[in-house]
């Protein structure tokens, strides 16, 4: 039964990121078209070709034995063409447009996951706890370890929600509220008079207890109809914004911890890691927790793809940008009399065709690193 739970849990991951990173391809081929630019392969997967789905036509549609992502060949992406329908040759306007499609498609995926999940049903955000402070609110009202908190005096709170269960008993602290508890499989209501604001310090709160498991573990069926649309697409903006600011937050304590403590783990998962994050979500929190898993993983990708590294998105924006400025400086500074001699075109393609191959290694490199860490949490090892 553990293999088949490994099982589906890899595959489930394989398609939820094949899925995201197709669908990033898909943005950067449809504009690619729109713009009349001439596009040799839509691949589906990569490494080896497998199967040729379609030929007909100038495109190319593939299949390659590797099942996750895809990739889409565009005549002229190098820099290297005359083709007066390539990627080369087109204005930069254009080229802009369609390297950011793809950042752009990930962030539309991950605001139309959010917005249908808080319009049809948003999961119930528990709070379960396994340690019961002796004396305290929690104790006297027979509170157990390994309950569940999933309301305060009949309100329960999703995932969307500006407060959660805990943050909710603290503003009532000093007075008696009922808590719903998950016990067993059972609601129980569970009337708790709470410590009064006095009474709360650094080693006794509110209701006396600890030893919280991890949010996404604590996820159960909402009993919400939904939201109004119009308040689900606010709610799918915002929660977009909040996802780019929290990956943009776990960038810079990825940077940190990089030049800080090289030997330690980082506080990021890769590739290895997310299979574990999302055979955890899956099977603990279910399957609307896994949408919203794929969603935060949407907007990572997009984050990451922006970021000015060669052999991404945001890095080709990056060097096309600053090819633009110097070709512009070049022709300011002879429009006043002084001669700036330009590399040839041969070379400008290779420096940036290098560029590109460091920029890779540099990225495959860190994702190992950080794959090293993911393999010795797995296996509950100690840092290397």
Known sequence: MQIVQ??????????????LILLHEVGHFVT????????HEFAIGMGPRARVLRSKGETLYSLRWLPIGGYVLLEGEDGDSDDP??????????????????VGMNLLLAFGIFTAIAWFASPIAGARFWEVEAGSPAAAAGLQPGDAIV?????????FSSQDVLGAIRADAGTTVTLGIQRDGARLA?????????????????LGISGRTKPFEEMYPGNYDGRPLGDAIALGADQ???????????????????????????????????VSIVGQVFWQAGPIMTLYLAALLSANLALMNALPIPALDGGRVFILLLKALLTRGRRGLRRVGIRVAAPSAETAITAERLTYLVGFVLLFGLILWISVFDVVRLGGGTTP
């Open 6 to 19: 490994v099982a589906i849990t890899i595959v489930l991951a394989l398609v939820i990121l094949g899925v």
């Open 151 to 159: 309301s305060v005096n009949g309100q329960e709170f999703d995932i």
């Open 32 to 39: 690619a078209r729109l713009f009349g630019m001439r596009v």
């Open 190 to 206: 569970v009337p708790v008079t709470l410590r009064s604001a006095g009474q709360v310090d650094a080693t006794h709160g509110t």
């Open 85 to 102: 329908r390539s990627f080369a040759v087109a204005g930069l306007p254009k080229k802009l447009v369609v390297l950011l499609a793809g």
């Open 240 to 274: 977009t914004g909040r996802a780019f600011g929290m990956v943009w937050s776990g960038l810079g304590q990825l940077v940190s911890s990089m030049v800080s403590h090289p030997t330690e783990a980082p506080p990021v998962s890769g590739p290895i890691g997310i």
